[in-house]
């Protein structure tokens, strides 16, 4: 069996790797079937709501140019409101994805190294449980902050500018820019930028604790470094 | 010699080997081994704040970061291997491939995938899932090329008699793994599961990608390359048991020692764990089994190139596996996971190892296929120290610049202090690039200029 090709075509091929997949697959699959996935519509929750209304008001001319008015009726005006916050989403995370963003940002909060006090509470599996987490963005890599907890801690306007031009708000960001989400400059957001900055302020957005914000006790580490010993001041002036 | 013979008796039959197959996949890989680095160039520049491209759409770092890795899997290694097989899986079997028509379909389709896959990314197309970027619609071609490649090679071995040796068991678990594991990473996540489930199968695929597809074949080419390099056969026929079955049993148990700490179950999390410790054992065998062919010969090192490469990628290869035993546990995952730790490891695997074999191997073949002496040993020795030293500083670098960053993280400090922090290393890792990307300069030239004097020759016979 050990060398021949049907011990290795069967045994080592399929067998092994169909027990790995049932082990490490099949069991969290199951384990995990009691969590429906939701659809992007029932992802538009109040929070979010507030911050795709509130874009409405910031850039009135990009967002009647690539989503149009809305309805006069009240009632109306709220469905047309949820549809255009799905339809948002939708637009934003395929941005996500395309650009890469998870390539430098992370979403999701461990319960080690602190992360609890800087962006809010441990990720758990409920939050992932939708259209918009196939396959799952938790990231593996952190040039910028995780953006699981971003929503709503800065404004949209914040947002606009940082993405045309990342290091007008965040000197020394290594983040790209990105100037064709806008039509020439950070007012006037196209249906992309647009996408982008309502994704953002949806992360965290179902949460009790939205906004949160970084609450973390400023490290001894940077008291220091703030207050230098004498002997590195004269270092810095012999520079 | 043998392919000497099988061409004189056998004038009206096809000889055993198609020779112009091999050179072609070889040039493939070469060219997209330069997009690649290209990718890495311009990520690495944006790290460092000096991107001269900043701001044009098509040449978005985080476009082409993807085009980077995704370049290096399916452009290098995968033409790279094909190359390969199609030069040791006739010699193993002493049977052609299936059909030399289907060959050269396949490799057609495969750059087709690879291009199109290209495209996809710089237009914005990616799905997010790393080495599963690869755009829906080239997604079912991809699946059929490799299943056309598993007949195209499986036809030949199936053809032999008795016992297998060593890399044929390699490759046949390779064709069943990569064709499973490209259509679980591939379908899965994307169709089916989302959420942690989907962590855990997309954990599997980034793991099994490189351990069922990159692993099996590397190895495997290993341990055909050697013996004939060395002119002496492997020294333990059971460590190449213990080898085989060890990988063969426990490498596809660790997908998700990718997402430790994260909502999936705890008790997989262990098991991942576990079972990734004992791969390293198995390495450790696998390893040893070289190091005893290699006992006696040691000066093979210093005069044979394609051995140097040989034996610094698994020097490189047990430094990585070493270094994954370690990473694995949970103590340093609170510190490395989300830093450029990873990002090194990952660098020593795919091109420290994997494309350093790979080079090796056609340093060695190159000149056997055009039928002339590499046109200079000097460049020769110059793309494997460039390569060599520029990766050893580049894993050092940013294996190092991680655990700073980890520090800052766990500190409290401000974001921008891990971004400062790191810019001493991300400069370091630039340097370390040019140093790799000259190496290959040095190769592509030496090809070029060897491929000129073989036209020659051939003119003067004619």
């Known amino acids: 069996m050990f060398e021949s090709k049907t011990g290795v075509f069967f045994v080592a091929g399929l067998g092994f790797f169909a027990f790995a997949f049932l082990s490490n697959a099949i069991v969290p699959v199951l384990m995990y079937r009691h969590l429906p996935e939701k659809t992007v519509e029932e992802l538009v929750n109040a929070n979010y709501r507030y911050q795709v209304e509130d874009l409405a008001q910031r850039f009135p001319e990009s967002f009647t140019k690539y989503l149009g008015e809305p309805p006069t009726d009240p009632q109306a005006a709220q469905d047309w409101y949820n549809e255009k916050a799905a339809e948002l989403l939708r637009v934003g995370h395929k941005s996500y994805t395309g650009e890469g963003c998870w390539h430098c940002h992370s979403q999701f909060v461990r319960p080690v ?26 990231g593996t890599r952190r040039v910028g902050p995780d953006l699981s907890r971003e929503g709503g801690r800065r404004s949209s306007d914040w947002h606009a500018v940082h993405f045309f031009q990342p290091t007008a708000l965040s000197e020394g960001s290594p983040m790209p820019s990105y100037p064709w989400f806008f039509d020439g400059s950070p007012e006037r957001p196209n249906l992309r930028g647009l996408g982008i900055i309502a994704y953002v302020q949806w992360l965290g957005s179902w949460l009790e604790s939205y906004p949160e914000y970084e609450s973390y006790e400023e490290s001894p580490l940077l008291e220091v470094e703030l207050n230098p010993a004498p002997e590195n001041t004269d270092d810095n002036a012999a520079e | 010699m043998s392919e000497d013979t099988v061409n004189s008796d056998a004038s009206p039959r096809e000889p055993l080997v198609d020779e112009r197959i091999v050179y072609w996949y070889f040039l493939t890989a070469v060219g997209y081994l330069f997009i690649s680095l290209m990718g890495g160039f311009l990520m690495a520049f944006q790290l460092i704040r000096h991107n001269p491209l900043q701001g044009i759409e098509l040449l978005s770092p985080g476009r082409w970061r993807m085009l980077h890795t995704n370049a290096i899997a399916y452009g290098f290694i995968a033409n790279g291997f094909l190359g390969m097989l199609h030069w040791t899986v006739p010699r193993l079997t002493l049977h052609p491939v299936l059909n030399r028509k289907l060959s050269w379909f396949i490799y057609a389709a495969w750059q087709v995938v690879v291009v199109g896959t290209a495209i996809g990314l710089i237009f914005g197309e990616a799905q997010p899932l790393e080495w599963g970027e690869t755009p829906v619609w080239i997604d079912p071609l991809a699946q059929l090329g490799l299943l056309l490649v598993a007949i195209n090679f499986m036809a030949p071995i199936t053809q032999t008699k008795g016992p297998l040796y060593v890399s044929l068991w390699y490759f046949i678990a390779a064709f069943v793994w990569t064709f499973l594991t490209y259509a679980m990473g591939n379908f899965v996540p994307e169709y089916f599961v989302s959420g942690t489930s989907a962590g855990a199968v997309g954990g599997l695929f980034i793991h099994d990608l490189v351990g069922l597809f990159v692993t099996p074949l590397g190895w495997g080419m290993m341990y055909y390359f050697v013996p004939i390099l060395l002119k002496k056969p492997i020294w333990s026929h059971g460590l190449s048991l213990v080898g085989f079955w060890g990988l063969a049993f426990f490498y596809p148990l660790q997908g998700i020692h990718h997402f430790l700490y994260t909502p999936i179950p705890m008790f997989l999390q262990y098991g991942a764990i576990i079972s990734t410790i004992a791969v390293e054992l198995v390495v450790t065998t696998v390893v040893i089994n070289f190091i005893g062919t290699i006992w006696g010969s040691g000066r093979a090192v210093v005069t044979n190139i394609p051995i140097r490469w040989f034996y610094t ?18 103590t340093f995952q609170a510190l490395i996971h989300f830093t450029d730790w990873v990002v090194g490891h990952a660098h020593l695997v795919m091109f420290g190892v994997f494309s350093m074999w790979q080079l090796g191997m056609m340093t060695y073949l190159i000149p056997r296929l055009l039928k002339t002496e590499w046109y200079s040993r000097k460049l020769c020795e110059a ?20 655990l700073f960053q980890g520090w800052s ?21 630039v340097f370390a690039g040019i140093a790799i990307l000259a190496g290959q300069i040095a190769f592509a030239w030496n090809i070029y200029k060897t491929w000129q004097l073989s036209k020659a020759s051939a003119e003067a016979v004619a």
């Open chain 1, 113 to 138: 190294s602190n992360e609890e006090l800087r962006w809010g509470p441990v990720a758990r599996s409920e939050e992932y449980q939708n259209e918009l987490q196939r396959p799952v963005l938790f």
């Open chain 2, 313 to 330: 990628g698994m020097v490189y290869y047990f430094l990585t596996c070493f270094q994954c035993a370690l990473q694995v546990t949970l």
């Open chain 2, 383 to 402: 793309h494997y120290w460039l390569s060599a030293g520029g990766m050893l500083v580049m894993a050092g670098d940013l294996i190092l610049g991680g």
């Open chain 2, 409 to 429: 993280w766990a500190a409290l400090q401000p974001w921008d202090a891990s971004v400062e922090v790191s810019q001493p290393f991300w400069i370091t890792r």
